[in-house]
C-alpha cells in the first residue's frame, strides 16, 4: 500500500468513526425518554401478525388457530383484534432492497405488540436482517429466551441485551480491502441499566434468587467491564438477589454439565452472547423448535419462534411437517406480557401435555410425523 492509500484509509476511517460516535452519542440519549404501555388500560389490544418468509405460514397459521381458541371471547368483544400485517417477504423486501418496508414498518408500529414469523436473512447482500431493524426501530431491548427441562428441575430465563452490543453497528464496521477490517461493539450505561433492570424485576417477581452475569469482561475490557460493573450496581436495588460474574465460555460448558446446570436461573448478558448461548440452552431443553422468544421494549413487543425460516424444509416439500412449538412458547410469552396470565398458563399446560407427557400427535419435522396443523389442532383441544 502506498503511504497516499495509507493515509487515505486512516482519514477514512476517523471519519467513519466520528460519524458513528456522534449517532450512538445521540442514542444513548434518546434512551432516557422511557414511556411504557399499560395493557391493563387499553380498551382494544392490537396483536400484528407477520407470517414471514419459508415455513413462517405454516407455524404461523398454528399460531392463529391456537389463539383463536384462547382468545375467541375477547376477540369477539373486541377487547382484541388480531390484524394480519402483509409485505414483509423477502422477495418484497428484495425487490424494495430494504430490510423493513415502510408500510409494514407503519403497519407494526399500528398495533401494540407482534407475533412474527421467522424472516430469511438474505446471504450476499449487505441488507440487515428484518429481526435487527425491527429489534431497533421498535426498541425492543430485551430479548426474554425460557428454557424449561422439568425432569431435571431446571427452570432458566435468558435475559439477552437485544439493541446494542455487537449487534447495533454490525452492518457499519470498517474494511480495508484485502488488508484488514473492523467491527464495533457498543455498550450504554443506560442500555446495560435497563436490561439489568429486566431481568432482576423478573427475578424478584418470579421468587428467584441467582442471577448469574454472564460476560467476556476479561478480554472485552471497556464493553463487558462495563456491562457487569452496572449490573452489580443496579442490583443494588435487589438486596435478594445472589449475583454471580460468569465468563460466557465457561457457562457454556456449565450449560452441558448436568450435575451443576439445574443451579442456574436468570441469566443477564451482551447481545451477541445471549445469541448464541440461547441456541445451545433450547437445544439442550429439547431443540430450537421448541423455545418461544420475546423482544420486550417500553412501548411495544415483539414475540417469535427462536428458530429461522427453514428454507430446507421448503426445498425438501416437507414444510408443512414443521414443529410450532417454537412459536407456541411466542404466543405464551406474549399472552402473559399483554396481561393474559390465565390464558398463558392454559397454553402452557396444552403444550407440556402435548410434547413431554401424552404426546399422542407428535411432530418430528418431517414425513414420519404430524402435520403442523394437526398437531396444532391438538394442542387447541387441550386448551
Ligand atoms: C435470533 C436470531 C437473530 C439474531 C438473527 C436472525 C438476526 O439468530 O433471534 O437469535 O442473531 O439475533
Ligand atoms: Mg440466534
Not at 2 to 16: F, P, V
Not at 60 to 83: H, N, P, Q, T, Y
Not at 268 to 273: E, H, I, S, T
Request: glycine content about 8%.
Amino acid at each position: 500500500m502506498t503511504e497516499s492509500e495509507r493515509s487515505k484509509y486512516i482519514d477514512g476511517a476517523c471519519e467513519h468513526f466520528r460519524a458513528l460516535v456522534t449517532e450512538q452519542l445521540d442514542r444513548a440519549e434518546r434512551m432516557k425518554e422511557r414511556e411504557r404501555t399499560d395493557f391493563s388500560k387499553l380498551d382494544k389490544i392490537k396483536i400484528g401478525v407477520v407470517d414471514g418468509d419459508g415455513i413462517g405460514p405454516i407455524i404461523m397459521s398454528a399460531a392463529r388457530r391456537v389463539l383463536g381458541a384462547l382468545l375467541a371471547d375477547e376477540i369477539k368483544s373486541g377487547r382484541v383484534e388480531m390484524c394480519d400485517i402483509e409485505g414483509l417477504t423477502i422477495e418484497r423486501r428484495l425487490s424494495l432492497g430494504v430490510s423493513v418496508p415502510d408500510d409494514v414498518m407503519a403497519a407494526i408500529k399500528s398495533c401494540h405488540v407482534l407475533l412474527k414469523g421467522p424472516t430469511t436473512t438474505p446471504k450476499g447482500t449487505t441488507m440487515e436482517s428484518a429481526n435487527v431493524t425491527l429489534r431497533r426501530e421498535l426498541d425492543l431491548f430485551a430479548n426474554v429466551r425460557p428454557v424449561r427441562i422439568p425432569s431435571e428441575n431446571v427452570d432458566w430465563t435468558f435475559f439477552r441485551e437485544n439493541t446494542e452490543g455487537e449487534y447495533v453497528l454490525g452492518s457499519r464496521g470498517y474494511d480495508i480491502p484485502d488488508t484488514l477490517a473492523f467491527d464495533f461493539k457498543v455498550t450504554t450505561d443506560e442500555g446495560t441499566r435497563r436490561i439489568a433492570k429486566a431481568a432482576f424485576d423478573y427475578a424478584a417477581a418470579n421468587v428467584k434468587r441467582h442471577v448469574a452475569i454472564v460476560t467476556k469482561a476479561n478480554i472485552m475490557k471497556k464493553t463487558d467491564a462495563k456491562f457487569s460493573a452496572i449490573c452489580h450496581e443496579v442490583a443494588k436495588d435487589y438486596p435478594s438477589l445472589e449475583l454471580e460474574d460468569w465468563y460466557i465460555d465457561i457457562m457454556t460448558a456449565n450449560l452441558v454439565n448436568k450435575s451443576i446446570r439445574s443451579r442456574f436461573e436468570v441469566f443477564v448478558l451482551p447481545n451477541l452472547y445471549g445469541d448464541i448461548i440461547t441456541d445451545e440452552a433450547a437445544e439442550i431443553g429439547g431443540g430450537v423448535g421448541t423455545a418461544g422468544s420475546a423482544n420486550i421494549g417500553d412501548r411495544y413487543a415483539m414475540f417469535e419462534a427462536i428458530h429461522g425460516s427453514a428454507p430446507r424444509m421448503v426445498e425438501e416439500g416437507i414444510a408443512e411437517y414443521a414443529n410450532p412449538t417454537s412459536i407456541l412458547r411466542a404466543c405464551e410469552l406474549m399472552l402473559s406480557h399483554i396481561g393474559f396470565n390465565d390464558k398463558a398458563k392454559k397454553l402452557s399446560a396444552s403444550l407440556t401435555k402435548c410434547c413431554d407427557v401424552e404426546r399422542r400427535v407428535a411432530v418430528t419435522g418431517n414425513r414420519d410425523g404430524a402435520t403442523c396443523a394437526d398437531f396444532a389442532e391438538y394442542v387447541a383441544e387441550n386448551i
